[in-house]
Antibody, heavy 117, light 111 residues
Framework: EVQLVESGGGLVQPGGSLRLSCAASGFTFSGHWMHWVRQAPGKGLVWVSHIYTDGSATTYADSVKGRFTISRDNAKNTLYLQMNSLRAEDTAVYYC??????????WGQGTLVTVSS | QTVVTQEPSFSVSPGGTVTLTCGLSSGSVSSSYYPSWYQQTPGQAPRTLIYSTNTRSFGVPDRFSGSILGNKAALTITGAQADDESNYYCVLYMGSDINWVFGGGTKLTVL
């Protein structure tokens, strides 16, 4: 059974940093692109970032480019999202998702990030 | 700016058929955008229904089907059931510059 378990969310002040993790199991982690998708309270889904299977390439939404960094450790089956210079508009539930067919195949349960003073 | 459009809301009667669409503010959607569809109930993580236009995710009943209809991607639900009442999101792959863009979602009511 595929499992994606996010952690690392919490309350952070504007300008602060946070690192999210996503522990993967039940599939060959190193064989799949991985993504972060977020959802602000009461709003829709927004794609944030993606990383190739071996970490050799990454892409970002314009809204987080230069502030967020996606990475992965295939030996630990774990995906990360380092978030710096956080803003109030970054407040959201952050989901990790397994890529498939240029879409998203499996989702974690999400971790809530709240940026507030 | 690329905007992916979805109907804000839709209603269907139990047992009925409904088609939700996913378009572009400018241009047509084709299979080259690899449209995919997700179901989400409030407070829950999204569930993948369809990817690559018309491939059903594992365990998704064949009541759900994806296609291209005219210039839009479409999700058709046949034999609608009460627990189909959810928010439905589409996403399009826009290429390596813009990457993935979600539509705003459709709130489906079954009544």
């Amino acid at each position: 059974e595929v499992q994606l378990v996010e952690s690392g969310g919490g309350l952070v002040q504007p300008g602060g940093s946070l690192r999210l993790s996503c522990a993967a199991s039940g599939f060959t982690f190193s064989g799949h692109w991985m993504h972060w998708v977020r959802q602000a309270p009461g709003k829709g889904l927004v794609w944030v970032s993606h990383i190739y299977t071996d970490g050799s390439a990454t892409t970002y939404a314009d809204s987080v480019k230069g502030r967020f960094t996606i990475s992965r450790d295939n030996a630990k089956n774990t995906l990360y999202l380092q978030m710096n210079s956080l803003r109030a508009e970054d407040t959201a539930v952050y989901y990790c998702a397994r890529g498939s067919g240029l879409g998203f195949h499996d989702w974690g349960q999400g971790t809530l990030v709240t940026v507030s003073s | 700016q690329t905007v992916v459009t979805q109907e804000p809301s839709f209603s269907v009667s139990p047992g009925g058929t409904v088609t939700l669409t996913c378009g572009l503010s400018s241009g047509s959607v084709s299979s080259s955008y690899y449209p995919s569809w997700y179901q989400q109930t409030p407070g829950q993580a999204p569930r993948t229904l369809i990817y690559s236009t018309n491939t059903r995710s594992f365990g998704v009943p064949d009541r759900f089907s994806g296609s291209i209809l005219g210039n839009k991607a479409a999700l058709t639900i046949t034999g609608a059931q009460a627990d189909d009442e959810s928010n439905y999101y589409c996403v399009l792959y826009m290429g390596s510059d813009i990457n993935w863009v979600f539509g705003g979602g459709t709130k489906l009511t079954v009544l």
